[in-house]
């Protein structure tokens, strides 16, 4: 049973003068004693903590008795913040200053597509802090991790080319909302910056990655990809053989929910 009362929505200002933004967060509380790992949702490009996926993994949260954070990037959702001036360092910053102002001691993280990015190099900023939140394990929707140079770079038409280079940005047809999809050149040339795939990723801890096989966004061939650059961690891949890039069926949410499950340690 879960209860209203375990739930706050607050925001947290990120960055100073014109760089900063309100970030909306809800915060689930633990109701175990031994509150365990807080679930830390991490959503995909355009996608807000009012998805299915997130919604159900801070319902999940709330039977286990769990603490659960969901949130907005900048430009997504509630949170304030232009779109267009989204980048992934600056996505970034926004997740760890939610993990600052939360300050979970263990933490379960869950990136879905580009949030899988973002777990990703959340791991690597967290382990070069003397204190930080443990991370007990990572679930990877989907994930993207380097899409900008690994997907979308490498298509690019000629038209989007040169949009990019005369407007600083390309339009693309969205599948799942009828405003197109919106790339910059910032997001792009960013995204060079941030990139996890060029060496070995040492997350040090277990990961289950869940990809559907007619992902027609981020190919499974991606998801394989990425588990060459985890050889040090116990990965575990389930690929959906019928599963979309959403994959927020009923069907796919219960295997979601074992993902996680598997990674909460005893207590």
Not at 145 to 156: K, Q, V
Request: with cysteine; charged share 25%.
């Amino acid at each position: 049973m879960t209860d209203a009362a375990d739930i706050t929505q607050k925001t947290t200002t990120v960055g100073s003068g014109s760089s900063a933004r309100e970030i909306a967060i809800i915060h689930r509380a633990a109701r175990r004693k031994k509150p365990g790992p807080a679930f830390v949702w991490l959503g995909g490009y355009r996608s807000g903590m009012a998805g299915t996926k997130a919604v159900e993994l801070d319902a999940f949260a709330g039977e286990l008795g769990l603490a659960a954070i969901r949130f907005d990037y900048s430009g997504h959702g509630i949170s304030g913040g232009v779109f267009r001036e989204g980048t992934i360092s600056r996505w970034l910053e926004e997740a760890i200053a939610v993990l600052d102002d939360i300050k979970p001691k263990r933490v379960i993280l869950v990136g879905s597509s580009m949030g899988g990015w973002i777990a990703l190099r959340l791991v690597q900023e967290l382990r070069k802090r003397k204190k930080a939140a443990k991370i007990d394990g990572i679930v990877l929707i989907a994930p993207a991790p380097d899409f900008t140079a690994e997907l979308i770079e490498p298509s690019l038409t000629d038209k989007e080319r040169q949009s990019l280079a005369e407007r600083g940005y390309f339009e693309e047809h969205s599948e799942y909302s009828p405003e197109p999809n919106i790339y910059t050149r910032d997001l792009i040339e960013d995204g060079r910056r941030n990139l996890v795939m060029t060496g070995i990723i040492e997350t040090g801890c277990p990961v289950h990655i869940l990809q559907g096989m007619k992902d027609p966004d981020v190919p499974y061939a991606h998801a394989l990809k990425l588990v060459e650059f985890l050889p040090a961690d116990d990965v575990v891949l389930t690929l959906i053989r019928d599963g979309d890039h959403r994959l927020s069926r009923p069907q796919d949410i219960e295997k979601l929910k074992t993902a996680v499950s598997g990674l909460i340690l005893n207590d």
